[in-house]
């Protein structure tokens, strides 16, 4: 950490190296903290309105349906693997600006947000950073489906037979995973700093 006198060099180096790793081809990351809602903004397009919203995010719509060691991707239902980063967009967008502009201006000002953002917080374009599939896999009956991200095309085959041979059935998290969150903390003051660079969280 004394290489890094500045929270944003820190962020800077990850976003570095995530990216070289992702393009690598041989990484998987686990998203811990869901907040994609990609199956209301499907509905939202195909519907022209919200009348038939979930209202909740897609794993807690997925932990009802899936059953133990099934998989799904967001390519089965939206036909192109990341899809779900401009879905998940749309509701807050539609709510805003649909009912007096047009789904055609929602889409366009959708995709407006969605490259500034990433522009804005990771110095990147869009078409830099989002370039992973998305999954989810239910490993344990007792314990919700995680989610997981791969670069586009990779084969996850192996993957979900790894998960499902290496897991923990009270989380239904890989157990290496588990035994990280166990062991390693980030520094006490990095969020206050990072808030401070920043001016935001």
Not at 2 to 8: H, L, N, Q, S
Not at 92 to 97: A, G, L, Q, R
Not at 132 to 138: D, G, H, K, N, Q
Request: a neutral charge; hydrophobic letters at 35%; proline letters at 4%.
């Amino acid at each position: 950490m004394d290489d890094f006198k500045r929270v944003g060099k820190l962020v800077d180096c990850i976003r570095d190296a995530s990216v070289e790793i992702m393009n690598f081809g041989r990484a998987v990351g686990i998203v811990k903290r869901i907040r994609t809602n990609a199956f209301d903004g499907w509905l939202i397009e195909r519907t022209g309105n919200t009348d038939r919203c979930l209202e909740r995010n897609d794993r807690a719509v997925l932990v009802s349906i899936m059953p133990q060691n099934s998989w799904f991707a967001y390519d089965w239902l939206f036909r192109a693997p990341t899809k779900y980063n401009f879905y998940t967009r749309l509701r807050s967008i539609f709510e805003k600006y649909g009912r007096t502009d047009g789904m055609f201006m929602v889409q366009e000002r959708r995709r407006q947000l969605i490259e500034s953002d990433t522009k804005r917080s990771l110095e990147r374009s869009a078409e830099e950073i989002l370039k992973t599939s998305r999954y989810y896999v239910r490993c344990s009956d007792s314990a919700p489906p995680f989610c997981f991200e791969t670069l586009v095309g990779t084969d996850v085959k192996s993957i979900l037979a790894y998960f499902q041979a290496n897991h923990n059935p009270a989380t239904g998290l890989p157990f290496p995973l588990d035994l990280i969150d166990e062991n390693v903390s980030l520094p006490e003051n990095l969020t206050k700093e990072f808030v401070e660079e920043f001016g935001y969280c």
